[in-house]
């Protein structure tokens, strides 16, 4: 006679949780939400071009396995990755899905030139990700305010220096202040933590980064490169190449 295995009675939640990425559209609406903003159904239903009702049956979905979080303006209906552990369980995942022939060799120049721009410099929710991230990491960990051999944590030098940028940390937070998030087209750890959004927020509100349209990708300005290059000795080559 068969014997019923024993089930871990995590294994239906990660099954749950699972199937939520499971499906193209649902996992198109997590990675357009790793720009850290708020999308309306309408916004995200264009983007993934899908039916409105397909749209809101989707993010239903992904509201109740609470991967994302919505908040209501009159009207309006607005979703967003519910959290950093949810934007970096999707961002590792996206990681570890290796890139399919259509992505290396995209056929057309849009989808071309949006893969470059991502490539480039993107918002991972809300640190930096791409060349741009890994060149500001590396810069980081070779000055001496980060480091990673034990793991991902700023120096007493490197939280200096974020209060000498005038984005201090607040290291009473529960929050991790540094960690590695693994960059899906560098396959290399970016910062993200604390200091990484705070770094994130610093760059786009003095304008040493901008956005590339409505999505994640981002670029960095004259003002960023020359500012990069003075206080990290970053090359703007090494993140504004192709």
Do not use: N
Not at 11 to 27: F, I, Q, V, Y
Not at 63 to 82: K, P
Not at 148 to 157: C, H, I, R, S, V
Not at 194 to 206: E, I, K, M, N, R
């Amino acid at each position: 006679m068969a014997r019923t295995p024993s089930h871990d009675p995590a294994a239906p939640r990660l099954a749950a949780l699972a199937s939520l990425l499971a499906d193209e559209t649902r996992a198109s609406f997590c990675l357009a939400l790793l720009d850290g903003r708020a999308w309306t159904a309408g916004e995200l239903a264009r983007h993934a071009r899908v039916a409105p009702s397909t749209a809101s049956e989707h993010l239903g979905k992904l509201v109740a396995g609470g991967l994302l979080a919505e908040e209501r303006q009159g009207r309006h209906r607005y979703v967003r990755l519910a959290g950093a552990r949810a934007a970096r369980l999707v961002e590792e995942l996206a990681a570890q899905a290796a890139p399919g022939p259509e992505e290396t060799h995209p056929r057309t120049l849009g989808a071309a030139g949006l893969s470059s721009a991502l490539a480039r410099g993107r918002t991972c929710y809300d640190h930096l990700a791409g060349r741009l991230g890994i060149a500001i990491t590396d810069a980081m960990t070779a000055r001496g305010l980060l480091r990673q051999d034990t793991g991902f944590a700023l120096t007493e030098d490197g939280l200096d220096w974020f209060g000498a940028l005038g984005a201090p940390l607040d290291t009473a937070s529960r929050r991790p202040l540094a960690r590695g998030c693994l960059d899906w087209t560098e396959r290399r750890p970016h910062l993200a933590g604390a200091a990484g959004a705070a770094l994130c927020g610093h760059a786009l509100d003095a304008g040493w980064c901008e956005r590339i349209g409505s999505g994640r990708a981002v670029r960095a300005t004259p003002t960023g490169l020359r500012a990069l290059s003075e206080l990290l000795g970053i090359d703007p080559a090494t993140i504004d190449g192709p």
